[in-house]
């Protein structure tokens, strides 16, 4: 069976059922990592979800990347951390560390990953020692309602900027998946799809014919 490249995050103001339920469903759909995006939540919150979550997602095989808090990244030693780039250079502040090369080492993580909006973004997330980015928003997407999409062309700029795996975000979905991939793109991120699906090994399914 051919691996996912599509990393799903989580939302659980987006899921219509049981959330911990769907996070255990999403886990055993293997996509290829899950970023437990919850930012709204006390740092005491979190915790205690990615508790719940990470020794699941472990017995399943599915990488998980905890976002924003990476102080539970440490503690948990999660399989990755994923941070907006302005947190992602507090941290790297706040840990007194100037080799960015030594970061993940430092916090304990085999993958690091920043959200880049521009081309710049790509080069300052890389200087870091980020492991991959995220690029977006690419399409019209509710999440970001007024925003319209930055489009193919920013995608091409990104992926071409930095020798990083790239993922695309924003309103991408089965139909147009092979764009993205077609502009250099590893792979892409959903995030309501995945929190809304019915099934969501077949959602991935259909990413992957």
């Given at each position: 069976?051919?691996?996912?490249?599509?990393?799903?995050?989580?939302?659980?103001?987006?899921?219509?059922?049981?959330?911990?339920?769907?996070?255990?469903?999403?886990?055993?759909?293997?996509?290829?990592?899950?970023?437990?995006?919850?930012?709204?939540?006390?740092?005491?919150?979190?915790?205690?979800?990615?508790?719940?979550?990470?020794?699941?997602?472990?017995?399943?095989?599915?990488?998980?990347?905890?976002?924003?808090?990476?102080?539970?990244?440490?503690?948990?030693?999660?399989?990755?951390?994923?941070?907006?780039?302005?947190?992602?250079?507090?941290?790297?502040?706040?840990?007194?560390?100037?080799?960015?090369?030594?970061?993940?080492?430092?916090?304990?993580?085999?993958?690091?990953?920043?959200?880049?909006?521009?081309?710049?973004?790509?080069?300052?997330?890389?200087?870091?020692?980020?492991?991959?980015?995220?690029?977006?928003?690419?399409?019209?997407?509710?999440?970001?309602?007024?925003?319209?999409?930055?489009?193919?062309?920013?995608?091409?700029?990104?992926?071409?900027?930095?020798?990083?795996?790239?993922?695309?975000?924003?309103?991408?979905e089965p139909e147009n998946?092979?764009?993205?991939?077609?502009?250099?793109?590893?792979?892409?991120?959903?995030?309501?799809?995945?929190?809304?699906?019915?099934?969501?090994?077949?959602?991935?399914?259909?990413?992957?014919?």
């Open positions: 069976m051919k691996s996912s490249d599509i990393i799903c995050v989580t939302n659980r103001h987006l899921c219509e059922g049981d959330y911990r339920e769907k996070l255990v469903e999403v886990a055993k759909a293997h996509p290829a990592a899950i970023i437990l995006r919850e930012k709204d939540m006390s740092e005491e919150e979190y915790r205690e979800l990615a508790s719940f979550f990470l020794p699941i997602c472990r017995e399943e095989g599915t990488k998980l990347f905890l976002h924003n808090f990476y102080k539970v990244a440490m503690e948990l030693r999660s399989d990755g951390l994923h941070l907006p780039l302005h947190i992602l250079e507090e941290v790297m502040s706040e840990l007194g560390n100037d080799q960015p090369e030594l970061l993940r080492e430092r916090l304990g993580i085999a993958e690091l990953g920043a959200s880049c909006h521009s081309a710049h973004d790509a080069r300052r997330a890389k200087a870091l020692g980020c492991t991959y980015i995220l690029a977006g928003h690419i399409y019209d997407t509710d999440c970001k309602k007024g925003l319209p999409g930055r489009g193919l062309e920013f995608l091409r700029n990104v992926t071409k900027e930095v020798d990083l795996p790239v993922y695309a975000i924003g309103g991408i998946i092979d764009e993205v991939r077609r502009e250099g793109a590893a792979g892409a991120c959903i995030m309501s799809s995945a929190m809304k699906a019915k099934s969501v090994k077949e959602l991935l399914t259909k990413f992957s014919q």
